[in-house]
């Protein structure tokens, strides 16, 4: 069951209703009066505020309102100012068309027929309902703009001897690439070493810490460095590049991947050497992942503020000293369940930590990696220190998104509790804040090619379905995108005629755009797709900020993936795609020309894929999700022609400062064997057409070059 709005009670009214997008529809209406005089214009702070009962309310569907809320033309400055300041909510209110409770008042949940829902009824594990308190709910459709990430789950450390020893070193990941350093355990040598038990399988946990920011794995090194305080003997150091990445993923759909790394003592390191000694680092990574952000605070009921620290009648604060376990739990979609623990905070009972009421809990790890289309558990099991009437033990669940994800309240005896803060992080090449520095012009004229103006152009590279098992699916439904010209299809087929995707494929081969898509102001991607025998059911939304046109630089020229799932759903969808910030059009057709009557019943098999000759393709990630497949069929699979042949018309988006690679590896069977065509042509902006020639078959690659306004 949808929910389309909140109703809201107001004293000595009746009921209203909000659509998500009526912002958009009351903008419409004020569109349509007559501006002119404009100081005589109705005021806009109360845009917005007409709100329709429930008896009135006529459901449509959020792409009616899409197309009939963008479908304005502004004539008024200010009229284009106030479209702007709502247009970010009601975008994010497309794709997450479920409210969020606000303070003060109380909000009650509808269906689409207006009827109200019980609030118990939207819990999503009603056997925590005594335990868990929740602030948000959920909505139906996921959407989260990731990219791929390493996660240190844990690292323990084992010795030849059975006491106990106190170590100091640290533990970080250098990516060369970008000269940078992300350290994940760092402890002095006298101010904060570690006390560890090695005999022990629970105690001899290295406590992780979170980097400052989400590291960046292009050229990632894992260098560790540990020692024992009291001799100074070299426990474990070492480096290793971290192959077994997503950056380098066998197979397309290897997108999860578990690993083990073990360093020892390195007696050419320098000192002395442990030689039993070693550490072992567990290591996950994800193709396609988030980072949250999780604060806790503990409080009481009884306290007089959940704001501010509580102060006993002496003059000292409220606390108590607490020891035990916080963990974050995740669900992969390949690997092993429960495989993914990641220790936030591990305390054993000797080392017990003081926690103020009001205060938040000093948590070791407070950035944690989870994929994208899993939800992230957090689970505490905390006691209290020769406190029997302390303990919490329960878990809360968060949906991944970008932005704010609430807070949970997880329950104890006593009236203890404590709040659990999640923020989901955007990707590290959005987490740079807005400057004036960010404003870039709308166009420009390209320098080589007189006439031809680049501006801002929308390329979608690839679209990556994962479903269970990787079954062999039969797929319809459509994958559609919003620029400021209106709708445009990239794939469509119908239940009658679906797309076979195979076992062990999982990228879909686009059929358009046949137009350039220019975002402007923002975008939008509405996917729907589902497969005959229930496998795969995917709806949701892809959608920019808003203004990218005038002040998002960091939007621009960067290589994005977004992940779009339904709850509870195990298929999603990833769609990876880059906004160039002036790029003109490139319209390919591909010709096939047969010489000497030899095109009987020809078999064609192989790849066409384009790509740019000055962005990087060092990684199998790069390549294999951010080159535009022009043209893919397998052997099994192959295209059969009997006179020369087109391809489909294909339009390519091309930086300014790029040139067009086209690379071409076909195979052409006939009755008396099999020609091979492997070449990878370059076009530089302007350059109309090149021929690939061989003994069977000459391929003509025509290219026809448009600027703005692309038409």
């Known amino acids: ?29 004020e569109s349509s009066r007559d501006f002119s005089n404009i100081s005589h214009a109705q005021d806009f702070s109360n845009i917005g505020q007409d709100d329709l009962t429930v008896d009135e309310l006529k459901i449509v569907s959020e792409e009616q309102l899409v197309e009939k809320a963008l479908d304005i033309t502004f004539q008024d400055d200010e009229l284009t100012k106030k479209c702007r300041e709502v247009s970010d909510e009601c975008l994010d209110d497309v794709a ?102 090695s005999s022990s399988t629970k105690n001899n946990f290295l406590q992780l810490q979170s980097p400052q920011k989400i590291p960046t794995f292009n050229e990632p090194l894992l260098v560790v460095d540990i020692k024992n305080v009291d001799t100074g003997v070299v426990v474990a150091r070492g480096q290793k590049p971290l192959l077994e990445t997503t950056h380098h993923p066998s197979t397309p759909n290897d997108y999860e991947k578990l690993f083990t790394l073990q360093f020892e003592g390195d007696a050419h390191g320098g000192g002395l050497v442990d030689t039993g000694a070693r550490v072992e680092l567990q290591c996950i990574a994800f193709t396609f992942g988030v980072c949250a952000q999780v604060e806790m605070f503990m409080y009481k009921d009884d306290d007089s503020s959940e704001s501010q620290k509580t102060i006993n009648e002496d003059g000292g604060e409220l606390g108590v000293e607490v020891f035990g376990l916080i963990c974050a739990k995740c669900h992969p979609s390949l690997l092993a369940k429960g495989c993914y623990e990641n220790h936030m905070f591990n305390v054993i009972q000797d080392e017990h930590e003081w926690v103020g009421l009001g205060t938040q809990i000093n948590l070791f790890k407070n950035l944690v990696a989870v994929p994208a289309y899993s939800q992230l558990e957090i689970s505490l099991d905390l006691s209290g220190y020769e406190d029997d009437e302390f303990s919490i033990e329960g878990t809360a669940c968060f949906q991944p998104t970008n932005g704010d994800g609430g807070y949970k309240d997880i329950r104890g005896v006593n009236g203890y509790y404590v709040r659990v803060y999640v923020t989901w992080c955007e990707p590290s090449n959005l987490n740079k804040r807005w400057c004036e520095e960010d404003m870039i012009d709308g166009f420009c004229l390209m320098p080589h090619s007189p006439g031809l103006y680049a501006s801002h152009l929308l390329e979608v590279f690839s679209l990556f379905i994962a479903r269970p098992n990787e079954e062999e699916v039969s797929l319809y439904g459509s994958v559609k995108i919003l620029d400021y010209r209106g709708w445009c299809t990239v794939f469509s087929y119908s239940k009658n005629e679906p797309y076979f995707l195979s076992r062990g494929c999982n990228l879909l081969p686009l059929q358009g755009p046949d137009r350039a898509l220019q975002p402007l102001m923002f975008f939008l991607m509405e ?20 203004e990218i046109d005038e002040r998002q630089r960091p939007w621009f020229d960067k290589r994005f993936c977004a992940v779009v799932k339904l709850v509870n759903e195990k298929s999603f969808a990833a769609v990876n795609y880059t906004i160039f910030s002036f790029a003109v059009e490139a319209i390919m057709e591909v010709n096939f020309l047969f010489k000497g009557g030899s095109c009987a019943h020809v078999k064609i098999y192989g790849d066409v894929i384009a790509s740019y000759d000055k962005l990087s393709y060092l990684t199998n990630y790069d390549a294999e999700f951010f080159q535009r497949v022009l043209f893919t069929r397998k052997k099994a699979n192959f295209l059969e022609v009997e006179d020369n042949y087109q391809l489909p018309r294909y339009v390519v988006a091309v930086p300014m400062t790029c040139s067009l690679l086209t690379k071409v590896n076909l195979s052409f069977q006939t009755n008396l064997g099999t020609h091979r065509v492997g070449e990878l042509v370059k076009f530089q902006i302007g350059e109309p057409y090149r021929i690939i020639k061989s003994d ?6 025509d290219v026809d070059w448009k600027g703005l306004p692309y038409v």
């Open 96 to 197: 997450e068309p479920v409210d969020v409770v606000e303070e003060g008042g109380d909000d009650v949940y509808v269906d689409e027929k207006g009827g109200v829902l019980d609030k118990n009824t939207l819990e999503l594990n009603t056997t925590t309902l005594p335990k868990v308190e929740h602030r948000m709910y959920v909505s139906p459709d996921i959407l989260v703009r990731c990219e791929p990430l390493i996660e240190i789950l844990y690292a323990k450390v084992f010795t030849n001897a059975d006491a106990s020893l106190d170590v100091y070193g640290d533990i970080r990941i250098l990516d060369l690439e970008g000269s940078k350093n992300f350290v994940f355990y760092e402890r002095g040598r006298f101010d904060s070493p570690q006390h560890i038990c």
């Open 1 to 29: 069951m949808a929910i389309t709005g909140i109703v809201r009670f107001l004293s000595d009214q009746s009921p209203v209703f909000r659509h998500p997008l009526s912002k958009f529809k009351d903008l419409r209406e």
């Open 696 to 701: 069977f078959v000459d391929i003509r690659i």
């Open 527 to 546: 996917i729907d797709l589902r497969d005959i025998d229930g496998h795969v059911n995917i709806k949701g939304f892809v959608n920019s900020c808003v």
